[in-house]
């Protein structure tokens, strides 16, 4: 079988290790998920030029219509057809068509509605992208960026919503690694509620991983990723240990001589050391997780159900969520989660808020405090990501430690929750950039943000 290149330059060994990649990780996986690449793939020069985003808009490309759809049209997880740009675009906005999912219930009460004040002048800022000389409007970094749907809230009210493609509003998309935000919420909150213990050894929690690399780890290493793993998410290397991961995160049924680990747990048992513990960043899914699992075990609940009872069901969301299961049907923590737009901000405004809803304090302020405060810079830099000097992570949480402290939840082909806090602004994008890499989108998209926060600053205080 001939060796099979990606549209953004990951070299994989043959087709089929692309399939296992897709399937079991779904471009959620962390070397891909950050700012910008610390190893080769990032500098990979992609293959071909891609479609842009009007030319590849799902609905013109007529992929899965049709009753039976034509055999052109048709996309599939089993052979990763389904994850392939342009495929992709149609395919994040109905993961659960193609994969086994559980979800994150809403409830039964009305959702809350969102109030709007929309800004028609935000289309229209002008920004300059990184090393760049020529200004873009933010209207136009939408298309550059291929946005499937953008919503900007300011002191709580959405002044910013636009769907592209296939996201409508009423339908879910993949957040990708956004979905480590969410389990470092949860395990902020029940340090925070006194639930967790965060300076213990994840053993004490979860024994069976006595053996493993995470058998010495602390909690709080492994909501920060400085934890010391033998892990490696080089995709040029067929002997990495993501390919084991991955196939044992694959829900889709295994090879008949399959003999490695089934489901994401038996796998974390198996993850060797390297490495001291706590002395460096490394942004590696594996940590998120072990972090599902420390929380189930200390909560007796899945994620899904974790998350439902403490957050979905308490802040009037329009929609249930879901998680992507592995084959034993426990949730994907580490990139799985697919949710609506509005309610994607309702979350980033219970976090803006410092855990208070509609007066009720739904997530403990000191949970936010902590997010917000970030982690070790030095930890941070040693791992490498010069287009993020001075960032930090904090309980799954990217931190920019810039001048308004802002802080973000981010996943790859554009996925992302950006909270400015002196803004008073939450901005939330969905994308299916056909790079998976955040470094292809975040020149033209960070200081599009920063345009944005400048601006609603500017605007005199909204009128009670």
Avoid at 41 to 55: G, R, V
Avoid at 146 to 167: A, C, K, N, P, W
Avoid at 238 to 260: F, I, M
Wanted: hydrophobic share 40%; proline share 6%; glycine share 8%.
């Amino acid at each position: 079988m001939s060796e099979f290149i990606d549209l953004h330059g990951t070299r994989f060994g043959t087709f089929s290790s692309y399939r296992t990649f897709f399937c079991g990780l779904l471009c959620s996986l962390p070397l891909l998920t950050s700012g910008g690449l610390a190893q080769a793939a990032e500098t990979s020069a992609p293959t071909a030029t891609p479609l842009s985003a009007q030319d590849s808009d799902p609905n013109n490309m007529g992929w899965m219509q049709g009753f039976p759809p034509a055999p052109d049209k048709r996309l599939k997880a089993a052979d990763g057809s389904f994850f392939e740009f342009p495929a992709l675009r149609y395919s994040v906005t109905h993961m659960r068509q193609f994969l086994p999912t559980v979800a994150v219930s809403r409830g039964l009460a009305a959702p809350q509605p969102l109030a709007y004040r929309l800004d028609p002048l935000i289309d229209s800022l002008q920004f300059l992208p990184w090393n760049s000389k020529q200004p873009m409007s933010f209207a136009d970094s939408l298309w550059h960026n291929y946005t499937d749907g953008m919503l900007i809230l300011h002191q709580g009210e959405v002044v910013y919503e636009r769907y592209f493609g296939s996201l409508k509003e009423d339908n879910k998309h993949a957040a990708m690694s956004v979905t480590k935000s969410f389990t470092g919420t949860l395990a902020a909150m029940l340090v925070a509620e006194g639930a967790l213990d965060p300076s213990k050894a994840v053993v004490e929690y979860v024994p069976e991983l006595k053996d493993s690399a995470f058998g010495d780890a602390t909690v709080r290493q492994v909501m920060d990723m400085t934890t010391g793993l033998q892990y490696s998410e080089d995709y040029a290397d067929p002997k990495a240990e993501v390919w084991e991961y991955s196939a044992a995160g694959n829900p889709l049924p295994k090879p008949a001589d399959y003999t490695g680990p089934v489901g994401y747990f038996e796998y974390l048992t198996r993850v060797n050391k390297q490495g001291e513990h706590g002395q460096a960043f490394g942004y590696k899914t594996i940590n998120s997780d072990a972090l599902g699992w420390i929380i189930s075990r200390a909560t007796g609940q899945s994620v899904a159900e974790l998350l439902s009872e403490k957050i979905w069901r308490r802040i009037g969301m329009e929609q249930d969520a879901y998680y992507q299961v592995d084959e034993l049907g426990i949730p994907f923590a580490g990139g799985g989660l697919s949710a609506g737009l509005r309610d994607m901000a309702r979350f980033g405004e219970l976090i803006r808020n410092r855990g208070q809803w509609l007066g009720e304090q739904i997530v403990p302020a000191t949970a936010i405090d902590d997010i917000r405060k970030g982690g070790s810079k030095d930890a941070f830099a040693k791992a490498g990501y010069d287009k993020l000097k001075g960032w930090s992570y904090r309980n799954m949480w990217w931190v920019t430690h810039n001048a308004n402290g802002a802080f973000a939840a981010r996943g790859v082909h554009g996925q992302t929750i950006y909270i400015d806090p002196a803004a008073e602004m939450v901005l939330v994008r969905f994308a299916s950039h056909p790079v998976a890499a955040n470094g292809a989108n975040d020149p033209t998209s960070l200081p599009a943000y920063q345009a944005v926060a400048d601006h609603l600053m500017a605007k005199p205080v909204a009128q009670p």
